[in-house]
């Protein structure tokens, strides 16, 4: 079945790194454009990133720009999440999750169990 | 910077119809999506592109368009509906992916 499987989070002191996966199965992954969205404890939905298919399209949000880098692995069919320079407003549950149309980047129809991400000292 | 808004609280008798819209600047050029999430739970998509509906969504679960709101209904609501619902689009390039801030339903 299709299925989104993050991995990586944990505890980690401001100003630290920290490197999230999503490993993806039961659909072509190479097809698809990948966003990571974030929701902060008792916190509404909060879109992260997305990187498209080939690799070539990626954007951020601006309150993580220049410190989380988006990547992906289209023969592992992996997707990552590089945060540098962590801050304690990036705790949050971190999911991966699949747009509902291939080559799209928008309408996420698969999303992954999340991730917990602390930023404590 | 472009926001979605939404109330942040919807209260509906069981039976009853709820409705909750969601309003934005590039709504009438950008789609919009509808997610449902309980409680320690991933979202779920339950509406698309305005108003189409994923396969395994109930019927009572519907979406519409008029300018720059969209609104979900929920159509002879169950207990079973009381979740947060978030609505999300994008800016007017399509650039940037956006979420409303949530509409909390509460099933009375």
């Known amino acids: 079945q299709v299925q989104l499987v993050e991995s990586g989070g944990g505890l980690v002191k401001p100003g630290g790194s920290l490197r999230l996966s999503c490993a993806a199965s039961g659909f072509t992954f190479s097809d698809y454009y990948m966003n990571w969205i974030r929701q902060a404890p008792g916190k509404g939905l909060e879109w992260v990133s997305y990187i498209s298919s080939t690799s070539n399209y990626i954007n951020y949000a601006d309150s993580v720009k220049g410190r989380f880098t988006i990547s992906r692995d289209n023969a592992k069919n992996a997707l990552y999440l590089q945060m540098n320079s962590l801050r304690a407003e990036d705790t949050a549950v971190y999911y991966c999750a699949r747009p509902h149309e291939p080559h799209y980047y928008n309408g996420m129809d698969v999303w992954g169990q999340g991730t917990a991400v602390t930023v404590s000292s | 910077s472009y926001e979605l808004t939404q109330p942040p609280s919807v209260s509906v008798s069981p039976g009853q119809t709820a409705r909750i819209t969601c309003s934005g600047d590039?709504?009438?050029?950008?789609?919009a999506y509808w997610y449902q999430q309980k409680p320690g739970q991933a979202p779920v998509l339950v509406i698309y592109k305005d108003s189409e509906r994923p396969s395994g969504i109930p019927e009572r679960f519907s979406g519409s368009s008029s300018g720059t709101t969209v609104t979900l209904t929920i159509s002879g609501v169950q207990a079973e509906d009381e979740a947060d619902y978030y609505c999300?689009?994008?800016?007017?390039?399509?650039?940037?992916?956006?979420f409303g801030g949530g509409t909390k339903v509460t099933v009375l």
């Open positions: 590039a709504l009438p050029k950008q789609y």
């Open positions: 999300q689009s994008a800016d007017s390039s399509g650039t940037y992916v956006l």
